[in-house]
């Protein structure tokens, strides 16, 4: 492995996985959070990318020039390391997505959905991660050394499942982000309905939403940009560089809005009490032109 990327693993890596851990067991200490639907989703996403950053930081810790070496015959560590990294690596990506639609869900119709989509959510992450996965296990020469580490030495599987699912969910996300903030506009500039807490609540959802999306599309460019080059022959040492940043620092961005969230710090200072949202999401009904009902529903 080269030094430099090794360096980047050793140095960026354990401060991500700090960070992917604040989320987890303040997820698990704050009890109340996890009937949030929205929290429920940030929280296995940081527990897959905490897995998945903890492959590159082993990886630069075993340092075995023998395990990168092209042989015809893959070590086991290697293999280990190419699934562990591909398995997580694929779930925190659909999990970053499923947060999108999720949020997506929430404006459309809240109450259609409120039933269905924890466990179609995990159904599809956990699905679709080992398929891609064990798939290639049955494909000789798939597995095996490669620019950061061990993963996909196959441009077929790296297509079938690395870049066109990334491709899938960057399209869909910007779709997404521009709805949502299409309607946020049309909600802040709604005066027919006034609710005393709109205009903080309304602010900060804004920014928390956008923040988790763009996290997303900001963090796996690189990554995608590098398989495509790769896949065409070219090579280039900076965004082999900038996609390990990336690659090991998304859970410490995570963790950054995930400590800004007003609903996490408000069960932090109170856990057995939380502001309620149904003012909120009533207006987001309203200007949705959204059925809304009885029950109440958390953002």
């Avoid at 946020?184 to 005066?191: H, P, T, V, W, Y």
Wanted: proline share 3%; with cysteine.
């Amino acid at each position: 492995m080269d030094e430099a990327l090794r360096l980047i693993y050793l140095c960026a890596g354990p401060i991500s996985l700090l960070g992917s851990a604040t989320i987890i067991f303040s997820y698990g200490w704050l009890k109340r959070s996890r009937v949030s639907e929205g929290l429920h989703l940030v929280f296995f996403q940081a527990l897959c990318d905490f897995f998945f950053t903890a492959k590159f930081v082993i990886t630069a810790l075993i340092n075995d020039p023998s395990m990168y070496a092209k042989t015809g015959t893959i070590k086991i560590d290697c293999l280990l390391l190419g699934m562990m990294g591909q398995y997580f690596g694929q779930a925190t990506m659909g999990w970053n997505f499923m947060i999108s639609v999720r949020i997506f869900l929430s404006f459309w119709d809240p109450v259609k959905f409120e039933h269905m989509r924890r466990v179609w959510f995990h159904c599809y992450v956990w699905i679709v991660s080992a398929i891609g996965t064990l798939a290639a296990l049955f494909v000789k020469g798939t597995y095996g050394p490669s620019d950061d580490g061990c993963w996909y030495d196959n441009n077929a599987f790296i297509l079938a499942f690395f870049l066109v699912p990334l491709t899938v969910y960057f399209l869909g996300s910007l779709f997404i982000l521009i709805y949502l903030l299409t309607k946020i506009g049309r909600m802040a500039s709604d005066d027919s309905i006034g609710y005393t807490r709109l205009a903080s609540h309304e602010k900060k959802l804004r920014n928390q939403i956008v923040a988790y999306i763009i996290i997303f599309l900001i963090f796996w460019t690189p990554p995608w940009l590098l398989r495509i080059l790769d896949m065409l022959g070219m090579h280039f040492a900076s965004t082999i560089y900038m996609d390990a940043i990336c690659l090991v620092t998304q859970g410490l961005a995570n963790s950054i809005v995930w400590m800004i969230n007003f609903k996490v710090n408000a069960l932090a200072q109170s856990p057995d009490i939380v502001d309620d949202p149904e003012p909120l999401i009533r207006r987001f009904s309203n200007i949705a032109g959204l059925r809304y009902g009885d029950k109440k529903y958390e953002i």
